[in-house]
């Protein structure tokens, strides 16, 4: 069978489990790899024997242009997927962007803008909402089971402790040690939007401080420990999610409530779906209280589930892998477009504006708007910085001071 996508990696730390996936696929070839970092670079050579490395991304882009790469797989930095998007598409090329798709509100519309402008293809393969359990909440939506869904939960947590994080966000402006709780949201956020098929219109936000962030982690301009959004979306309903947050929960979890049942996974239900419908407004008969494995239902839902169970994230990697080749192969368009893709990190960038405006409310943009752009299209308040230190125009965090600032600088040597 022919590959017929010609494939980049960029970014070789995440990429490289794509890489990994993409190897096993008859679609695709790999063509290079890009990485300034040189022991990550070398990894990704080894291990893909044959296929070359860049630690230039233009020098990167030469050589696929000369070699047929038609697609790159961005897993470069949280912060800085836009700009290289629009790089990538402006080479004629598929841009494949890994969570965050845009860290600013300007870039979001350059990134929508440059997609229109170009024609070219752009997914956002953000890929939480292909974990089994989410894949069910959403077929029990779409299905009318629950009925009319008129909210929605969606909670990440992620609390490495001090030296793991360490090891991952090293050099004192690496995006982990200067980024806001709100912003890590899709993985929360995502899911939901897919259960309803609805993108978030308004969105409030809050966060709070944690000591053991104060304490523990030197190295972090943030001390917030977790941050929840409330969200209104477009189609009604109302859903409530969180940032990354760093609490000791041992699980994520995501719930939908209609106005004839409820069903949820992650929380107290060992992976397992919690489904209740109420007895007076289902069919005579219909169990109240069922717990399911959701693994059968969605494989026989979705057959692309079973091949890749073992995949990384709950199989999740695999359905975003298959929904690459269905878009680039087959024209099956994808779910998380660039205006959803634009959307959710158009929320991510007002969360934290609300955040430290306690909790006001604010629009979100609808991406198809050239008006509704034009309102933000100038706003590129961000708390990232590049990697000499440029960039930054917002203040990090709730507890933000100089001093702490010092103190980061202090703790990494990169
Ligand atoms: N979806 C998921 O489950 C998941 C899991 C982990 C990471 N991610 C995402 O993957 C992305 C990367 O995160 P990570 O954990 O791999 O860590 P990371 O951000 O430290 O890795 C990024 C890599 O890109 C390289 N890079 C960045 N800019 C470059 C440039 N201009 N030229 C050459 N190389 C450059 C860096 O050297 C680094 O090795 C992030 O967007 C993150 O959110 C997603």
Not at 69 to 96: D, K, S, T
Not at 297 to 302: A, G, H, L, P, Q
Not at 376 to 400: A, C, I, Q, R, W
């Amino acid at each position: 069978m022919s590959k017929e996508i010609k494939m980049g990696v960029f970014g070789c730390s995440r990429g490289l489990n794509y890489a990994g996936l993409f190897s096993h696929e008859d679609a695709i070839e790999m063509v290079a790899f890009c990485d300034k970092n040189e022991s990550r670079l070398a990894n990704a050579t080894s291990t893909f024997p044959g296929v070359p490395g860049f630690a230039s991304f233009d020098e990167f882009m030469a050589y696929g242009k000369e070699h047929g790469m038609n697609a790159v797989f961005l897993a470069n930095y949280f912060h800085e997927h836009a700009p290289f998007a629009i790089r990538v598409m402006e080479a004629g090329m598929a841009a494949l962007s890994e969570c965050l798709p845009a860290s600013t509100l300007k870039q979001c519309c350059e990134l929508v803008r440059a997609k229109e402008r170009l024609g070219g293809k752009y997914m956002f393969c953000e890929n939480y909402p292909y974990m089994t359990g989410i894949l069910e909440l959403a077929r029990l939506c779409h299905e009318g089971t629950l009925g009319t869904v008129m909210y929605l939960e969606g909670e990440y947590n992620h609390h490495d402790g001090p030296e793991a994080l360490y090891a991952r966000s090293q050099g004192k402006y690496h995006w982990r040690n200067w980024e806001p709780r709100c912003f890590y949201l899709s993985h929360s956020l995502a899911p939901l939007m897919m259960m309803v098929d609805g993108s978030p219109r308004y969105v409030s936000a809050q966060a709070a401080v944690s000591q053991v962030q104060k304490d523990k982690f030197p190295f972090r301009a943030i001390t917030d420990g977790m941050a929840q959004m409330l969200c209104k979306f477009d189609n009604g309903s109302v859903a409530r999610f969180s940032g990354c947050n760093g609490i000791s929960s041992g699980y994520s979890a995501y719930r939908a409530f209609g106005d004839k049942g409820s069903a949820e996974w992650g929380r107290h239900t060992e992976r397992r779906i919690r489904l209740h419908l109420s007895d007076w407004n289902n069919p005579e008969g219909t169990p109240e209280l069922q717990f399911y494995d959701p693994t059968d239902s969605v494989c026989k839902f979705d057959p692309r589930v079973a091949q890749g169970l073992s995949a990384g994230h709950g199989g999740s990697d695999y359905i975003v892998v298959q929904n690459i080749i269905a878009y680039l192969r087959d024209g099956v368009e994808p779910y998380f477009d660039v205006y959803k893709a634009a959307a959710i990190a158009a929320t991510a960038c007002l969360s934290l504006k609300s955040s430290m405006n306690n909790g006001e409310m604010f629009k979100v943009p609808d991406f198809h708007s050239e008006e509704e752009m034009k309102e933000v299209e100038n706003d590129d308040l961000t708390p990232f910085y590049d990697d000499e230190g440029h960039g930054g125009t917002y203040k990090p965090s709730l507890e933000y001071t100089p001093e702490r600032f010092a103190q980061v600088g202090v703790y990494n040597k990169g």
